[in-house]
């Protein structure tokens, strides 16, 4: 709660504030560093950047000499408490692959930095906040745990910059929640305030004086003058549905001859999350070195799992086999903007964006986000956002768990079935998925393809350097998991009317539980048709199992294949060439796993056979690299494929279905 007494801080008195911070934690506020103003340990008030002023613009950063103020000449650097709770590099775990094929997993705790941040703005205070609200969605404890001991000594902005728009995302320009004391510059002294009650026991150490009459009404007059003298002011009413429903303006075509791609709006930005990993073997006693928050080291013959800051304009960021879904650099920048300033409100409640215009500032070609945005509005078409999803992850940390396989079956030249216990697994529904992983190599979102004798089964095609070592696992060897994830197939809605199962080679695993259930389920499920479609005869997984299931009155089963010699009975082709009356029943309910091409055509032929989109579910496949929607790289617009997915009723994707970029 706010102390409601304002009291002011003669400026003589500011070494006293930063004397007394430094009993307790480390000081870090700004300084002047390669020509800008960064945070930096400061021990006297000496140390802080007096007398500079910054002149911003787009593309355009300047420090000049001007006055005497200690804060309000300058607004924002390219530097923000970020880079300490969420740091561009830090370990997650370390993991060791013994050579009997034995797995180990050691978690890498956050340590809180126990510092005090002073000179920080509203938009930074914002910018905590929203990243808070990404991070603890995801169930990841450590953004928070660095920042758990922290103080935080803010300063409200009573000279706005040429780039700020704080006001018009509501964000600033004075500072409040989430600081434990406020500062606001007057000529020779310093409103402060104590939100917190860290904030007060600090204050109470200080030589300060209860403020003149009259003091709380300079203070809101001059917050009342700051809104007015922003830079700039962006239109944020609605503004998410309407860039997610414009994905064609030619707006984005404009822009994209200007982007270079470089990132360096994503890596000045307090907010953006972005992040990929890695899992080097060291080759040392002391492997891969210190990262922000302590040294790790790696013994040889182990390995870590590193987290590296990403950008969703790198060309990896949506990268999955066979290519990636935004090769061009407007694709990328429109991924971006949508995310940033739309589809963020829909995922974690908020926009993603804190009106400080570092991005604008650091933009080389100086792009203005403001100004795209009210280009962008000036056009048609609304997309409406989906319900804010319901509960967050708990205590997903990223470790993994050790799981030994029990079994391996051989289901074709390049798919291999591994037969997994684990206790984590257990309680798993049909169509979710979990994250398998060997120390040293990497990590893979695999469907769950069933369960059998209490072994969870992982039916995974050998494709990449992951998926063909897991190919490569004997019985008795031990891997990661984590999980289960995800949304799986909607068994309650399909009850009760003809089910059409609609699979595309190795997308029967994923479709293949809920098939069991079905199959064993006559009186729920009282007609299932499953349409199949493999390159090759060779290529048919499961088909003794599925041989099976025609002993059931209510199962109806298609085949069809690419190719195949002249020997071969059935049906070649396309499976939409096996969609009819017959197949898809009257009524019919439909479930798709496959390429998305195949699910583009088979959704066009299940509506022409009086099947809408409110009855057809697809589950699709995106980069999951993180599973938790923490790391950003597998977004479908508004939804997380690994959160709100993989399985979703088509009417909800279908604005995105086949959507360039999407």
Known sequence: MSDPVLRRLPKAALGALIARLGQTHTVRGPRVRDGAIVFGEVEAAEDLPRGWTDAQGPGRYRLEREGEAVFEGYVVGPDSPKRAHFPAREVLYTAERRADGKVGFAPVEATPGRTAWLGVRACDLAAERVRGAVFEAGGEPRPAARGREDLRVAVSCTKPGELCFCASTGTGPRAGEGADLVLTEREDDFLIEAPSEAGKAVLADLPVEPAEEGAEAWLDAAMEAAEGAMGRAVEMDGLPEKLLGRLDHPRWDEVAERCLACGNCTSVCPTCFCSTTESPVAISATGIGTVEGGAVEVGAGEAAQVRLWDSCFTEEHAYMHGGTLRPTVKARYRQWLTHKVGSWVAQFGTSGCVGCGRCIAWCPVGIDLTEEIAALREGEGELALPVLREAPLEDEDLVPSVAEVVGVRRESADVVTLRVKSERLAGFGPGQFTQLSLPGVGEAPISISGEEAGAIEHTIRGVGAVTKALCALEEGDELGVRGPYG???????????????????????????????????????PEVHLVYGARTPDDVLYAQEMLGWLGGPHFRLHVTVDRAAPSWRGHIGVVTRLLDEESVPEGARAILCGPEIMMRFTVEALGKLGVPDERIWVTMERHMECATGTCGRCQLGPYFVCRDGPVFRFDQVRALFGQEGF
């Open 487 to 525: 949304r799986g197939w909607p068994m309650e809605a399909l009850e009760g009317a003809p089910v059409v199962v609609v699979a595309g080679g190795i997308g029967l695993a994923p479709l293949r539980d809920a098939l069991r259930k079905m199959v064993g389920s006559p009186a729920s499920y």
